[in-house]
T-cell receptor
Framework: KNEVEQSPQNLTAQEGEFITINCSYS?????LHWLQQHPGGGIVSLFMLSSGKKKHGRLIATINIQEKHSSLHITASHPRDSAVYICAPQVGGGADGLTFGKGTHLIIQP | EAGVTQFPSHSVIEKGQTVTLRCDPISGHDNLYWYRRVMGKEIKFLLHFVKESKQDESGMPNNRFLAERTGGTYSTLKVQPAELEDSGVYFCASSQEGVVTQHFGDGTRLSIL
């Protein structure tokens, strides 16, 4: 069973701050997803990565396969970034189900 | 391209009643997944369809939950009878055959009173 740990569980920051959310997992994986869940409940897939780094706008995701660790960074944070961010490692190739972290509840204050 | 759509967006029912959730995957996606997030806990896998067949239903909590995918298109998840602990957000996701990336729907928020 893949144990997934996210930190911090809750984070409140001021607008403009650089945000880092960490994710550690216990078994080898084929890919890792970062998801965003807004207060209304809907989920958006932000990144899927299996090595290195990916950047999309102000969001950056990195992964270190050897250390079983991934980070999600938000530069120049904005109140609209307030959401729950969920790490979801995927074990195996093909289209297997994901294991989800408990999520990091992020609040960006203006 | 239309995304994964789920109906209803929110459902409020009384304990003991029946509720049916629907998921329409992206057209052409053979893989369809159901997940659930109970308040304060992580999202949990429920089951996985490949076309109309159940590939993995190890996450289904008990026999009050019944999932179907007639014709390999849309899927329904029926809860009968609903219990208080069934409250949560039910997500559906779909992906193409052999593709890792899953596309998520907005979820159905289910409240059992």
């Amino acid at each position: 069973k893949n144990e997934v740990e996210q930190s911090p569980q809750n984070l409140t920051a001021q607008e403009g701050e650089f945000i880092t959310i960490n994710c550690s997992y216990s078994v080898g994986i084929s890919a890792l997803h970062w998801l965003q869940q807004h207060p209304g409940g809907g989920i958006v897939s932000l990144f899927m990565l299996s090595s290195g780094k990916k950047k999309h706008g102000r969001l950056i995701a990195t992964i270190n396969i050897q250390e079983k660790h991934s980070s999600l960074h938000i530069t120049a944070s904005h109140p609209r970034d307030s959401a729950v961010y969920i790490c979801a490692p995927q074990v195996g190739g093909g289209a297997d189900g994901l294991t989800f972290g408990k999520g990091t509840h992020l609040i960006i204050q203006p | 391209e239309a995304g994964v759509t789920q109906f209803p967006s929110h459902s409020v029912i009384e304990k003991g009643q029946t509720v049916t959730l629907r998921c329409d995957p992206i057209s052409g996606h053979d893989n369809l997944y159901w997940y659930r997030r109970v308040m304060g806990k992580e999202i949990k896998f429920l089951l996985h369809f490949v076309k109309e067949s159940k590939q993995d239903e190890s996450g289904m909590p008990n026999n009050r939950f019944l999932a179907e995918r007639t014709g390999g298109t849309y899927s329904t998840l029926k809860v009968q009878p609903a219990e208080l602990e069934d409250s949560g957000v039910y997500f559906c996701a779909s992906s193409q055959e052999g593709v890792v990336t899953q596309h998520f729907g907005d979820g159905t928020r289910l409240s059992i009173l």
